[in-house]
């Protein structure tokens, strides 16, 4: 799977990588292996898992978010996207610090990622 994400997603990639407390490290760390586990998928999901679910909350694209295993104190997310007929997955929205946000987060996941994706959409169709 191939996973494409905004320049704002690769500027806090960067930063991460960039921090070496020990938990700037574990945060890198897991969003490395959500990475991971994303691009290994052969396909866009169909059921949920322990690592993916469906956001109830999605607007008019239907998006999912990935966790990792559970660390005392962190709790990241990723609400991806799966363009139909595509071997693609789009990041639409990363949230470092779900763990203190609760699921206050959620509450507005379907508009923003509504919005980054019709960002992502206008960006791909620009360079065909």
């Given at each position: 799977?191939?996973?494409?994400w905004s ?5 806090q990639?960067?930063r991460?990588e960039a921090?070496?407390?020990?938990r700037g ?6 969003l490395v292996?959500?990475l ?13 898992t322990?690592?993916l ?22 709790a990241l ?17 990363f949230?470092?610090?779900?763990a203190s946000?609760?699921?206050?987060f959620?509450?507005?996941?379907g ?9 992502w959409l ?5 360079e065909?």
């Amino acid at each position: 799977m191939n996973i494409d994400w905004s320049r704002d997603f690769d500027r806090q990639l960067d930063r991460l990588e960039a921090d070496k407390s020990e938990r700037g490290q574990q945060v890198y760390r897991l969003l490395v292996l959500m990475l991971r586990r994303l691009r290994e998928l052969d396909a866009a999901p169909v059921e949920e898992t322990a690592m993916l679910k469906r956001v109830r909350q999605s607007r008019q694209y239907p998006v999912w978010r990935v966790s990792h295993p559970y660390r005392e104190g962190i709790a990241l997310r990723l609400i991806c996207w799966f363009p139909p007929d595509q071997d693609r997955v789009v990041v639409a929205l990363f949230a470092g610090e779900k763990a203190s946000m609760g699921d206050v987060f959620y509450d507005s996941v379907g508009t923003r990622a509504d919005q980054i994706i019709e960002r992502w959409l206008e960006d791909t169709e620009e360079e065909s």
